[in-house]
């Protein structure tokens, strides 16, 4: 079976105007096996599951989801992905506008949502009897048989945790952090602010500011620019829950060139390559590496497996792993074993 994955979509008008970028050419045979016939390019009898996955972006965290769930497809003659991403992650509109269309598409057997709003696909996805798998952030409808993503704020607490570890080995008895997060709001961010704080008041540290950065680097770097102005004598670490904002940090902390915040300990969240490979020349400290990878890969395998009459576990962690200078070896070299390193 030819495998065929169509470009990533990046706008909801592409996906609207061609119900075939969300399955809308493919004519199914009933619907509780999505088979496609000869004419429809896949042999005669052939049970073909088609899912779309709707992603949140194209970063580096999401290279590595879209990456896992094409390897399932690619192991499996049976599975057809496609991958559709907004241009950005406040394109609400667009994204809304994609999941609309694959979710109305006669085309598609399965849906798997990385929700920027997750109420929005609660909503949406209301009444469908197509199979639903929530992807890196959650949402609650009855009709979602799965949950697939690091378990957020664990993950945040144990990078927060080695944070904390690493500022006491340094002879700093309380910690003092700040922490740069997403939208207010945002299922997900909320857990790794959460995850961090918690991680940092149980050391006995102190939290002294929470900057919404709406996950942008840019607006990191305003924040980062005002806590350095803010607390002129230096704070302990800076805690994001992305990897751009904890880039934008680091560059701002180099640009001012304080010496107060020279040994400040900078963590980041999500695994990519940039901030592994600033931890390797010392531009930051640890990164909390989500296995997008695997999340990609164990979402489409929930969704196969539920499509196949069989059952999921409500939330399937894809897992996390805290990357600093003791093990990064080995973080690159398992990223390069899986074509996710360039």
């Known amino acids: 079976m030819k495998k065929r994955f169509a470009a990533l979509a990046l706008t909801g008008i592409l996906c609207a105007g061609m119900l075939a970028g969300c399955g809308g050419s493919s004519s199914s045979a009933p619907a509780d096996t999505g088979a496609k016939t000869e004419a429809d390019g896949g042999a005669a009898g052939d049970s073909v599951h088609h899912i779309a996955v709707v992603v949140k972006l194209t970063d580096g965290h999401f290279n590595k989801v879209i990456a896992g769930a094409k390897a399932y497809a690619d192991e499996h003659d049976n599975v057809e992905v496609e991958i559709l991403s907004p241009t950005s992650a406040t394109a609400y509109d667009e994204q809304q506008n994609m999941i609309e269309t694959c979710l109305g598409s006669t085309g598609n057997d399965a ?42 704020k664990d993950a945040a607490k144990s990078g927060g945790a080695a944070a904390m570890e690493k500022a006491k080995a340094a002879g ?141 576990e409500e939330f399937i962690d894809s897992g996390s792993a805290v990357v600093a200078e003791d093990n990064i070896d080995d973080y690159i070299a398992d990223m390069q074993a899986k074509g996710l390193w360039e």
């Open 111 to 152: 849906v798997i949502i990385s929700p920027l709003q997750s109420s929005t696909a609660t909503t949406l996805v209301k009444g469908t009897d197509k199979v639903i798998v929530a992807l890196d952030t959650n949402f609650d409808a009855p009709e979602k048989s799965a949950f697939v993503g690091t378990g957020n």
């Open 172 to 312: 700093i008895e309380a910690p003092k952090a700040v922490i740069l997060t997403g939208v207010q709001g945002d299922e997900t961010h909320d857990a790794r602010l959460e995850g961090y704080k918690e991680a940092v008041e149980e050391a006995g540290g102190e939290v002294l500011d929470v900057q919404y950065c709406d996950g942008i680097a840019d607006k990191a770097s305003v924040a980062m620019e005002a806590i350095i102005q803010k607390y002129p004598e230096g704070v302990d670490m800076v805690l994001s829950t992305n990897d751009d904002m904890v880039m934008a940090a680091a560059k701002m902390v180099k640009d001012s060139g304080s010496a107060a915040f020279a040994n400040t300990i900078l963590c980041g969240f999500d695994g990519n390559q940039s901030a592994i490979e600033a931890i390797q020349d010392g531009s930051i400290s640890m990164d909390v590496a989500q296995l997008g990878y695997d999340m990609g890969y164990k979402a489409v395998e929930a969704a196969v497996t539920v499509l196949e009459g069989g059952t999921v």
